[in-house]
């Protein structure tokens, strides 16, 4: 079965340090890849989406950037933290080459900005 | 780009009760609606899904209906139980883009 992990659960760190989120799936081959960010109270907002190795399509403009260095591997990153990165981050996996396919969830990285 | 609203963004309901959570979509191409729960410090779940080519799907206490003509879909859970307490997503897609609701806390009193 298909399993999606996402690491740390939890990070506190000061504004203007760097940042990297890692996403990793595992029992699938070149799947759809997202990164999505939730804001309290608030519905999850599309940051970027990778539909292969070293493709990255960017839905907002950001000090975020995201990286696919390998098939099942997407990276959430950024150069220097801004106090309004703060939020909960998760990444999400889906059948490529299949039209409305189902999102499938990790359990999220918890951002603070200090 | 596709622009999904969500009503009411809490609702408490008496367990045994039933729950409606009801959304709104602006594209008419999108074509596909999921709705996910997120219980507290995880990611979310998809509980259900229904396409633009039916009108309405059920599984076991949860039903969603779309209506394609005024652009919203509903979610109804019957027989709410503690369990069902957790926030609900709505979402539409066209291709493989979602995008979601602001979401409903939902709470079962006991």
């Known amino acids: 079965s298909q399993t999606i992990h996402q690491w740390p659960a939890t990070l506190v760190q000061p504004v203007g340090s760097p940042l990297s989120l890692e996403c990793t799936v595992e029992?699938?081959?070149?799947?759809?890849l997202y990164w999505y960010r939730q804001a309290a109270g608030r519905g999850l907002q599309l940051l970027f989406y990778?539909?292969?190795?070293?493709?990255i399509s960017s839905e907002v403009p950001q000090n975020l950037s995201a990286s696919r260095p390998q098939d099942r591997q997407f990276i959430l990153s950024s150069k220097k933290l801004l106090l309004s990165d703060s939020g909960f981050y998760l990444c999400?996996?889906?059948?490529?080459?299949?039209?409305?396919?189902?999102?499938?969830f990790g359990n999220g990285t918890r951002l603070t900005v200090t | 780009g596709e622009n999904v609203e969500q009503h009411p963004s809490t609702l408490s309901v008496q367990e045994g009760d039933s729950a409606v959570i009801k959304c709104t979509y602006s594209?008419?191409?999108?074509?596909?609606f999921p709705w996910y729960k997120q219980e507290l410090g995880k990611g979310p779940q998809l509980i259900i899904d229904?396409?633009?080519?039916?009108g309405e799907k059920k599984d076991q206490r949860i039903a969603v209906t779309l209506n394609k003509t005024a652009k919203h879909f509903s979610l109804h859970i019957t027989e709410t139980q503690p369990e069902d307490s957790a926030v609900y997503f709505c979402?539409?897609?066209?291709?493989?883009?979602?995008?979601f609701g602001a979401g409903t806390t939902v709470t079962v009193r006991a």
């Open positions: 594209d008419s191409a999108s074509n596909y």
């Open positions: 990778s539909v292969g190795i070293g493709q």
């Open positions: 979402a539409a897609s066209k291709n493989y883009k979602l995008s």
């Open positions: 229904i396409r633009s080519n039916v």
């Open positions: 999400a996996w889906s059948v490529s080459g299949v039209s409305n396919s189902p999102l499938h």
């Open positions: 029992g699938t081959s070149n799947p759809n």
